[in-house]
């Protein structure tokens, strides 16, 4: 029988709407990287986590069985992974900027393909394994705690390298925050998950914090 458009027998409506909503938002924050990386070649994306994004969505997206939440999620994990492959390109081609081992620098781009094939190799097994949840939660949330914070240390590290962006910054976090409500809405008995993905939200709220108190120091010395 061929997949629904989205699956209301095993989640409510109020959860598909936040994961829904949560899943899309990610693709408005996947075109607002790409812009930026046209508009200004860099990547301000932490790159070893980017490789680990990457990787997640090739076996979520491609490798069957698909999660049970319907063609409209399927497909958004699959737009991601399109996306991606332009952002992905831009962290081999731009992204050794970001990194400080001086040794590494020249073996950047094949040792950033090999994490992110490293990384393909873990999901797929995870997955197949049986160690995650139908729509990939477990593994994602491993993936994200990890995105926010490499992000954060980016920004405390490396002020150059950051999207220069509110809308990104507030954006990542409402799409991650609206898919951690379904978490503990869809999980209530998943605590190991809830509280991953409960960090990584308040994680990136710090990142919100500390990217505006950047900002307002950078306009108040250009003040004076």
């Known amino acids: 029988m061929d997949s629904p458009l989205i699956n209301l027998h095993s989640y409510t409506p109020l959860e598909m709407a936040l994961f829904l909503t949560g899943c899309y938002i990610w693709v408005v924050v996947y075109i607002l990287y790409i812009r930026h990386i046209m508009k200004h070649r860099m990547i301000g994306m932490p790159v070893f986590a980017a490789a680990s ?29 399109f996306l991606d492959l332009y952002i992905f390109a831009g962290v081999v081609r731009l992204g050794a900027a970001q990194v400080s081992i001086e040794a590494l620098r020249p073996k950047y781009k094949p040792v950033i393909v090999l994490v992110a094939v490293a990384w393909a ?8 394994e049986g160690f995650d949840t139908e729509i990939g939660a477990i593994s994602a949330y491993i993936a994200q705690s990890l995105i926010s914070i490499l992000y954060l240390l980016l920004l405390l590290r490396h002020r150059r390298f950051v999207w220069d962006s509110y809308a990104i910054a507030w954006l990542k976090m409402l799409g991650s925050g609206l898919i951690t409500v379904f978490m503990f809405i869809h999980y209530p008995a998943n605590h190991y998950l809830q509280s991953v993905a409960a960090i990584t939200l308040i994680i990136d709220c710090i990142y919100i914090a500390v990217f505006h108190n950047r900002r307002q120091s950078e306009v108040n010395v250009v003040a004076r």
């Open 53 to 81: 994004n990457i990787a997640w969505e090739l076996v979520y997206g491609f490798v069957p069985p698909s999660n049970d939440m319907g063609l409209a999620i399927v497909w958004g994990y699959r737009i991601w992974f």
């Open 121 to 128: 190799i873990v999901y797929y097994f995870f997955k197949t």
